[in-house]
């Protein structure tokens, strides 16, 4: 389960469905809002509107004001530090089954602000970012394809830091699979000559970048001893 056990509700709930059939073979309207309650306080602000049946489905997602706090006893199952900050997103989704899957999602804009990442395990101080924006984004399962368009950072404060066996500290904060230690050693590559039929690796592309005002700091310790310590500013 959970930890903590997660207490969530979702309250002003509206929905309404046009051109609904059984079996479901034509596509029916759906549009659906609601707030988001954790531990009885407003979290966020859920829109949902679009088609589909059960060969497909083309939906428009608005979320507003996302309290990433609140999410934490479900992010705890693969993410050890609590993180925190305000998110607002517009996205679609495009999905279909049968003999052409396909299943997209199209980000027109993320945005988090007041981002903190904080691994109560480690000696480095907290992540912080203060806003945190991404826009004209897609993500294509099909494809194992991730195009971000613009990625705006401002204000990161943050230091990285290499432990004596070589691990970044960002790899330790994933849980490690059953059967692994936290910092181990990652699990063997794939064989380059993969047998065929299996499915491509992933691509990511990124068309612009830009970071303000940020201080970013390097420790590692896994230099040679008096190695210096690194901060851009």
Same mark, same amino acid.
């Given at each position: #389960?959970?930890?903590?056990?997660?207490?969530?509700?979702?309250?002003?709930?509206?929905?309404?469905?046009?051109?609904?059939?059984?079996?479901?073979?034509?596509?029916?309207?759906?549009?659906?809002?609601?707030?988001?309650?954790? #531990?009885?306080?407003?979290?966020?602000?859920?829109?949902?509107?679009?088609?589909?049946?059960?060969?497909?489905?083309?939906?428009?997602?608005?979320?507003?004001?996302?309290?990433?706090?609140?999410?934490?006893?479900?992010?705890?199952?693969? @993410?050890?530090?609590?993180?925190? +900050?305000?998110?607002?997103?517009?996205?679609?989704?495009?999905?279909?089954?049968?003999?052409?899957?396909?299943?997209?999602?199209?980000?027109?804009?993320?945005?988090?602000?007041?981002?903190?990442?904080?691994?109560?395990?480690?000696?480095?101080?907290?992540?912080?970012?203060?806003?945190?924006?991404?826009?004209?984004?897609?993500?294509?399962?099909?494809?194992?394809?991730?195009?971000?368009?613009?990625?705006?950072?401002?204000?990161?404060?943050?230091?990285?830091?290499?432990?004596?066996?070589?691990? @970044?500290?960002?790899?330790?904060?994933?849980?490690?699979?059953?059967?692994?230690?936290? #910092? #181990?050693?990652?699990?063997?590559?794939?064989?380059?000559?993969?047998?065929?039929?299996?499915?491509?690796?992933?691509?990511?592309?990124?068309?612009?970048?830009?970071?303000?005002? +940020?201080?970013?700091?390097?420790?590692?310790?896994?230099?040679?001893? +008096?190695?210096?310590?690194?901060?851009?500013?």
């Amino acid at each position: #389960g959970t930890q903590p056990a997660a207490e969530m509700a979702l309250e002003d709930l509206s929905v309404g469905v046009q051109n609904l059939r059984l079996p479901a073979d034509a596509d029916a309207s759906v549009r659906a809002a609601a707030q988001w309650l954790a #531990g009885g306080r407003a979290a966020g602000r859920l829109q949902l509107e679009g088609t589909g049946s059960a060969e497909r489905a083309a939906l428009a997602l608005n979320l507003s004001d996302i309290e990433l706090a609140a999410a934490a006893p479900y992010l705890r199952a693969w @993410f050890t530090p609590a993180v925190a +900050g305000r998110l607002q997103a517009q996205a679609a989704v495009d999905w279909a089954a049968g003999e052409s899957p396909r299943l997209a999602v199209k980000l027109a804009s993320l945005q988090v602000d007041g981002l903190s990442v904080t691994d109560p395990q480690a000696r480095a101080r907290p992540w912080r970012v203060a806003l945190l924006a991404l826009t004209e984004s897609a993500v294509d399962m099909t494809s194992r394809t991730v195009n971000l368009g613009q990625l705006r950072v401002r204000q990161p404060q943050l230091v990285l830091r290499r432990d004596a066996q070589g691990v @970044f500290e960002p790899q330790q904060w994933l849980r490690p699979a059953a059967g692994t230690e936290r #910092g #181990g050693a990652a699990p063997a590559p794939a064989s380059a000559h993969a047998p065929a039929g299996s499915e491509p690796p992933w691509r990511l592309s990124l068309n612009d970048a830009r970071i303000d005002a +940020g201080q970013i700091g390097w420790i590692d310790e896994a230099a040679a001893p +008096g190695a210096p310590t690194v901060n851009l500013r």
